[in-house]
């Protein structure tokens, strides 16, 4: 990744097109992940006045994701589910959602959680939190962003397949905060102050990307403004 200075007018360019590609993204994250868990869905009948906001499933699965005597793959996976509904379902599908916001932050610093519930859990806090402000300073509130910068200071176990599944986690950890920081400067100024996390991003942009949509360890690299520093 360079690190020359680039003049203001080539970087508020860049990061526009960054900012537009990272919607497209979104657009294909919607298609691919979202409309087949409802298609799935379409089958359960929701009273009318719970459609739009998506508050019996969000309670529902709240339960799950709170039931300590579950496995955590399966929590994780109630609030994966959770953020689809807080994404598909506008404000105040986002203010319900917020209320078991807390256990996702929990369970992404348990250290029993598999990789795989980790990334499920990091996709339920982007969908949460996508261009949405409320839910984005109630983010800020339960302290995730030093909790997702936990996740890069985490060493893989030596094993490939330990060290592939610590890069994908935090491959999506860049994804998650490229989402709450694309639109909100609060975010671009507390992660600027964690000056290490530049170079984790430069060897994380050296990374094989393949299959993404984009270098989210790239994008959030710029997004920051780590470039001009």
Known sequence: MATAHVPSEQYESRVYQYVVRLGRCLRR??????????????KEYIPQSQTIFHKEKIMALGQTLKNKSLAIEERAQAAYRIGLLAFTG????????AEHMKEVANL??????????????????????????ITQKRAKFLQLVPILMAIFETVPESSKTGVN?????KFWACYTLSVMTCNNVSYVEELREHYKFKYQLQALAQKDWAGWPENFAEV?????GFHRH
Not at 29 to 42: A, K, P, Q, R, S
Not at 108 to 133: G, K
Not at 165 to 169: A, F, G, K, P, R
């Open 165 to 169: 599944n610590s890069l994908l986690v």
């Open 29 to 42: 994250f919607w298609n691919v992940y979202i409309m087949g868990f409802f298609v799935e869905e379409e």
């Open 90 to 97: 506008g404000p105040m599908a986002g203010k319900f959602a």
């Open 220 to 224: 959030l690299y710029f997004l920051i």
């Open 108 to 133: 992404l610093q348990n250290a029993q959680a598999a990789p795989h519930a980790r990334i499920l859990l990091l996709q339920s806090v982007a969908c949460w939190c996508y261009l949405n402000p």
